[in-house]
């Protein structure tokens, strides 16, 4: 089944999906599972796992060095392929590879996709490859059946979300601001008349992330987005509280829905 | 250039989403400025009377006579106005910014002559300035960070990764998707998205319009031999621009050899044979890097080289063989320096030193008849730190701890 299918059968009965971010290896590959398996339990609908890159250039600061320890730590593509394999096989979700270009480029993108269909991922996020950079890249995703996901910026012009939207598939990738992960948003009424540009631009559905944390910057999106996009709120909580907290926090994001 | 901002195979703009309107923008910008005739006026004059341009082209004689072949021509851009080429790329730039109406400038620097370039435009133009420096580059450059500071820039010590130059362009590439609408991002070097490849270059062909004029008014024709330093490209783009496709001149790009090509610690990209086609810091080129994909550390005595790509012009250049590339050792250079400061009263910058390691080797090989040219892109004097240790200097080192104390009991 197509990510979006997936996507729009899971948000029948729900307010608002939610998807999370964690990063390969980071603190261990170990620590992944137990992780995941909270995520999954408490009810999150996708899961975003970073390959991590020596150069994550769109990364904040708490992402930013989960990548290096990870890397430090040795650890590799085939590994990070291997162990989305396990997940995907293992849970009911769908799971998406996000990293940077250069790690699907020198892997070569037509092998990257072929691993990625075999193990089960249903879309790739790649913040640094605009669509006119590879149009094979985008050959192989529909070839292989995994959603390139396309993202929608403060910054995009009506002209340019359409264009983006022509290229892309399963969600599109709204990022509340301007700047990289990590940094806290707000949720105002410009921010408002943004997504309903983005809504206007694509009939795909809307994740919202970047800087979002807590109960109240959820409930905000309801009825404006199809999915909440949490990223280094649950890497922060897990450096600082373990991967039992994530449950909990989890549970309570979601109370409301 | 072609419309995606391809070099042959190279180049391109692989940029986070939220800095596709900011490179719309400067495309169009540099595009008009292009085409316009006033801007490259505008630009000379600035750099005749801001900066000491055109800068000389020196003849070597006692080097030349020492090595007994070519004659031997340095392009000296150690006189320019902050002592390096890094001024021409940044005052064209500076007028740029102008035009756009933006009101903050950011760069990264290695061995600070960027950064220092980027500090002085910015106080003169009456930008607010951010420069991003690696820690291991602030320590092997801090004269320049001092001075940066003294004209109100503020400089950021980046702590990821490495610590040095490609980390300081992560992180100031962070500071722009940030601040996008208030702020240009001076990039360094002919690397980067497009169109910084090619805008820089072209700021930087003032260095090859220069030396085509000076060489035949003093040697009667072109040169033999072009000899660059090749850190990004941007001082070797300059200067090779003023000879490309003058099938009598052969150009020469110097990378650093580090401790050895066999030693894994050098940056040598298109000399030796531990680069491979990547994509990374917004472009597609040549990149020290794994199996994985994941950057390779690189090491240099001269900090504006050390870095893990290359311009993607010279990558195609380098592909089509229209650029020969050599490279140089630390111990090589600290020869090649002493030399030239002993026989000539001239101080290369450690990068700079690089392009005089390989002209010494092959000047000897030449006729006296043929000339060459060193591109002297920046002056040494900044390197004091790092130049006194290579010569263990006792009494420097005398000195510094001299002072040191003295600094103690007054505080
Ligand atoms: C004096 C000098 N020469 C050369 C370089 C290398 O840069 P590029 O290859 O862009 O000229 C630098 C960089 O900082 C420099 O300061």
């Known amino acids: 089944m197509s990510l979006e299918k997936i996507l729009r059968d899971r948000k029948n009965n729900k307010k608002i999906l939610l998807m999370t971010h964690i990063v390969l290896g980071y603190p261990s590959f170990e620590v992944n599972r137990e992780v995941i398996a909270g995520m999954v339990e408490n009810g999150v609908d996708c899961i975003e796992m970073q390959i991590p890159f020596s150069e994550p250039m769109a990364d904040g600061p ?15 593509v085939e590994q990070c392929l291997e162990f989305g394999r396990e997940m995907a096989e293992q849970y009911d979700i769908p799971f998406l590879y996000m990293t940077y270009y250069n790690i699907v480029y020198k892997y070569g993108e037509k092998a990257f996709f072929e691993a990625s269909a075999a193990a089960g991922i249903k879309g790739l996020i790649i913040p640094d490859l605009p669509p006119e950079m590879s149009p094979d890249f985008f050959g192989y995703a529909k070839e292989y059946r995994i959603a390139p996901i396309l993202i929608f910026t403060p910054t995009s012009t009506d002209e340019r979300m359409a264009a983006l939207n022509n290229h892309g598939s399963g969600f599109i990738y709204c990022v509340a601001r301007r700047g990289v992960t990590g940094a806290q948003s707000e949720f105002d009424d410009g921010f408002s008349r943004y997504l309903k540009r983005c809504r206007k631009a694509t009939g795909l559905p809307l994740a919202v992330g970047f800087g979002i944390r807590d109960r109240k910057d959820i409930e905000a999106l309801i009825g404006k987005a199809d999915m909440a996009v949490i990223g280094s709120e649950t890497i922060r909580l897990v450096d600082s509280k373990g991967a039992r907290a994530v449950g909990p926090y989890l549970a309570d994001l979601l109370a409301t829905n | 250039m072609n419309k995606q901002g391809f070099f042959g195979n190279w180049g391109g703009s692989y940029i986070p989403e939220i800095l596709n309107r900011t490179f719309e923008r400067l495309r169009e910008e540099y595009d008009r400025a292009r085409n316009d005739p006033a801007f490259w006026q505008d630009y000379t004059n600035l750099m005749s009377t801001y900066s000491c341009r055109p800068t000389p082209l020196t003849f070597a004689e006692n080097l030349t006579n020492h090595f007994g072949g070519a ?52 106080a003169k133009f009456g930008f607010e300035c951010t420069i991003y420096m690696g820690e291991v580059d602030v320590l092997r450059q801090r004269p320049n960070v001092f001075w940066m500071e003294k004209m109100g820039a503020e400089v950021v010590p980046v702590k990821d990764g490495n610590r040095t130059l490609k980390d300081a362009i992560n992180e100031a590439f962070r500071d722009w998707v940030s601040h996008v609408d208030s702020t240009h991002y001076v990039f360094g070097t002919a690397c980067g998205p497009a169109p910084f490849p090619e805008m820089v270059s072209w700021f930087q062909s003032i260095i090859g319009r220069e030396a085509t004029e000076q060489i035949l008014a003093m040697h009667g024709r072109p040169p033999a031999r072009v000899y660059g330093c090749v850190g990004g490209g941007s001082n070797a783009m300059g200067i090779f621009q003023g000879f490309l496709g003058n099938e009598e001149t052969e150009l020469v790009g110097v990378e650093a050899g ?18 491979s086609p990547g994509v990374a810091q917004g472009y597609k080129t040549m990149f020290l890097q794994n199996d994985d994909g994941q950057m390779l550390e690189t090491h240099s005595v001269a900090a504006g080289l050390d870095y893990v790509g290359v311009s993607p012009i010279l990558a195609d250049l380098w592909e089509r063989k229209k650029v020969r590339f050599e490279s140089a050792t630390d111990g090589e250079v600290i020869e090649a320096l002493d030399l030239t400061m002993k026989l000539e009263g001239i101080i290369p910058a450690l990068e700079s030193a690089h392009g005089f390691v390989q002209a010494f080797k092959e000047a000897g090989d030449l006729s006296s008849d043929d000339a060459i040219i060193i591109n002297q892109s920046g002056r040494g004097d900044k390197d004091i730190f790092t130049i006194a240790d290579a010569f263990d200097d006792p009494s420097w080192k005398e000195f510094i701890i001299e002072r040191a104390e003295q600094y103690k009991t007054n505080s």
């Open chain 2, 71 to 122: 004659k031997i021509y340095i392009k000296r851009e150690d006189l320019n106005h902050t002592g390096a080429h890094k001024a021409n790329n940044v005052m064209g730039q500076g007028l740029l910014v102008k035009r756009m109406g933006k009101k903050r400038v950011i760069a990264e620097t290695g061995a600070g002559q960027h950064g220092m370039a980027t500090a002085t435009m910015a």
């Open chain 2, 258 to 275: 580090g401790r050895g090509l066999d030693s894994g610690l050098h940056a040598a990209r298109l000399s030796g044979t531990d680069a």
């Open chain 1, 62 to 76: 708490v992402i930013l060095k989960a990548n290096q320890d990870s890397l430090a730590l040795g650890t590799s």
